[in-house]
């Protein structure tokens, strides 16, 4: 019985070899740790691992994989990345290849699944594939609107690591975003796992409107116990693209972000998460490279520790951009990961970044920003223009300068 | 005591908690308020947790990789 209550309440842990060292996935805590080669060898792993031999400029596989399982959701937001509809766009993949999919990174090593769509629930076979997932050793992680939240689902609590549920705003702010008015669908969802016993976070793509109204957010987020909040850059992809210029945030709210977060971190005590596309908005503000990076606080890791698949199952760097010719389908990574050429956009960027970025000493941090956003304003390969030092030192205000 | 840290090595970084959004990558930046002494916090705490649970996990017999 101790034994039991032992294993329920201490560390767990998954060890991969990198050519720096390894990468260690944890358990309560949830963690990821990238520790050295003398780390890997003093607790007896990996010695010497193959890869210690090599000069990768990337991982071995993937840490995280992101799968819109579908192309389906009844909730319309008006910004969807997915551009996902009721009746879906018709090419969404099966079963059959995802059950390969999560086979297949499992065999790689990848460590973390965040599972969406689409509306994720309503794929029939979600928590089946959520518990293949967890059978070989995966930690599958859920994004949901809240929208066919089942009993079935809430009784799942052991199989996911921590379900994220949208939430942009309180009341009728949610709507601002969205389009349609699902705070009472969210803040239900959240009760329901919480009672359930899940981790629970919140989802928050941050607009131009819902700027002003972040801490009314946090603050709810607090007061319903919700402990973490992971606040999400409006993307220009699906119907997000003709949304864009109207959402994204001004000038002026690019330069107030961290200070505003880590002032609302310290009054509510919610632990806030900024997403890969806001490292420039962080940078801006010129921390200590050695926290940042300590911290894991990086820009644009595509094809690198990040893979995304879309709902036909195609392989992207990430979910916001384009599936890329050549790189086939999910279930086949393995083959195309050491590829020559592949996602060469996001891995390359380093070596060929251009000014302003090559003269930054955040470009090993930051990492040139957000591909999508720049490939939205047409060429992928180039700095992100909403990155407050490209637009001083290219005189460009991408963007508005308040919110007016 | 400078050649005891090296042989058990460093932690380089640490992503706190998982990133269950399944469009970016996302990384708790609640430490930062902390700056240098955060490194200084975790870097310790966190190795102590991944030797007791890889450790444990030896224990078990169950291959490591």
Redesign the interface.
Known sequence: MLRGVLDRL????????ES??GI?A?ER??????????????????TPAPVWATDRRYLTAPV?A???LTSRCPARCRGC?VDATPSGRGDDATEVLWERAVDELARM?VF?L????GE?TGAPFLLKLARRARARGM?P???TSGLGLGEELLGARAVF????VSLDGVGEDYALARGWDGFEVAAGAIRALQASGF?V?I?LVLTRRTFPRLERTVRWARQNGVR?V????F?PIGRGAREFSDQTLTVDQRREL?PA??RL??RYRV???????MAPF?CAHR??P??L??????GC?AGD??V?ADSAGRVSG???LPAEEGLGSIDELSRQWDRVGAFVATRAYLERAGEPCRSCRYLPICRGGCRAVALHEGDAAAPDPECPRVATCTGSQSGPRSNS | MIGLFRRRGRVLAVKLGYNPNSSSLGADVTFLVLGAASIAILAPVVGALVRLALRRRERREEPPC
Request: a positive charge; one cysteine or more; proline letters at 3%.
């Open positions: 201490l560390p767990r842990g998954r060890a991969r070899a720096f060292g260690i944890m805590p949830s963690a990821l740790v990238f520790v050295d080669r003398a780390f890997m060898r003093s607790l007896g792993l990996a995280e992101h799968l819109t990345y090593g973390h965040a599972l969406g769509g994720a930690v992680n859920l994004t690591g921590q379900v994220n981790r976070g989802n973490e992971e606040i999400l850059r993307k961290l977060v880590l971190a310290r632990r806030l998460r900024l997403d890969c596309s962080v921390p200590d050695a926290v990076t300590f911290l894991g606080i990086a890791f520790h990040l995304a990430c979910s916001f």
